[in-house]
């Protein structure tokens, strides 16, 4: 048996624990806390985490030279501060693929609350109401729709939107405007985006120069009447522009996983009539969480051993 030890903070599918246990000795401490990780992070070779917790400098200071591997089961990152984790020496590697149809799916769920009030609908029948003629919702099909980050989850919700007969619009900086078009997508500026689309809806990290992308601004390109999709990550729209645009009537609705803090309480936003909000849950399916924890399993294992990696973030 290898002396690695690897700590799993945020729980991980039994799928994943039984690929790591054949290669080491994993404890698994599903409610650490972040002091207490501090204390026992010295004693790891390997961290697997998800998005609870964090993984600051402290935590790199605190585990010495024995920390060799980070991996985040999902695909988000921004929990872990990845210039300290250079600093330190320390792999960082995520589970990007993962979670692709979970998200996409739960897009078009979102999607389709959002033009048809689903959630209203079936909150007033649960209540006794009837209150059918109120709910006059709008079709996908014909619709124009806004892919904001064309990447793996973006160009999946393109292609899933295209079979309800909607056109597709894709915006990303990183990504080609031929391979836009390859994956389904004419690409467009940003600008353009805002002016064309029915719906919009955005697939990118949060980073310094995505925080706050929709803006007040960015709003008020858009078309009047525009519903708004965001199962990527909070801070990228900002939340009290997008509650001036619901009262205003430039947004028609929005469908929301996730928010700027997590749990947001019930904020205006949240109680507005016009959103439909879910708990970040985009990537909380039985499929996508064994894939996750395979995947990670797989490359936390590949880079203790010094092996190719596929998915390294730093």
């Known amino acids: 048996m290898s ?47 998800r998005g609870r917790t964090k993984v600051v400098p402290a935590v790199f200071e605190a585990a010495g030279d024995r920390l060799k591997v980070v991996g985040r089961a999902g695909v988000g990152v921004d929990n872990i501060d990845l210039n300290a984790a250079r600093a330190h020496n320390v792999i960082v590697v995520n589970s990007p693929i993962a979670t692709t149809v979970a998200v996409a799916e739960l897009t078009l769920g979102l999607m389709l609350a959002v033009s048809r009030e689903i959630p209203r609908a079936d909150a007033t029948m649960k209540a006794g109401q009837w209150i059918k003629k109120e709910l006059e919702g709008v079709e996908l099909y014909g619709k124009t729709l806004g892919v904001i980050g064309f990447g793996r989850i973006g160009a999946s919700v393109g292609t899933r939107a295209s079979a309800f007969g909607m056109k597709i619009l894709g915006y990303d900086p990183l990504i080609p405007a031929d391979e836009i078009r390859r994956r389904g997508g004419e690409p467009v500026s940003l600008d353009e985006l805002y002016a064309r689309a029915d719906m919009i809806t ?88 064994e894939r996750a924890a395979q995947d990670i399993a797989s490359e936390v294992l590949a880079a203790l051993r010094g092996d190719a990696l596929r998915w390294r973030v730093a």
């Open 202 to 289: 955005l697939h990118i990290p949060l980073t310094s120069e995505s925080r706050s992308l929709l803006n007040a601004d960015a709003f008020a390109k858009m078309k009047d009447g525009v519903r708004l999709v965001c199962a990527a990550r909070g801070g990228v729209i900002d939340e009290a522009a997008l509650l001036a645009a619901l009262e205003s009537g430039k947004v028609a609705a929005a469908g929301l996983d996730v928010f700027m803090a997590e749990p947001p309480g019930l904020i205006p936003l949240v109680a507005h009539p016009r959103v439909v909000c879910t708990p970040h849950v985009g990537a909380q399916t039985v499929e996508a969480q």
């Open 3 to 49: 002396a690695w030890k690897i700590l799993l903070t945020d729980g991980l599918e039994q799928n994943g624990q039984e690929l790591l246990r054949q290669a080491a000795e994993v404890v698994n401490q599903p409610k650490i806390t972040a002091e207490e990780l501090l204390v026992v992070a010295k004693e790891y070779d390997a961290l697997i985490v």
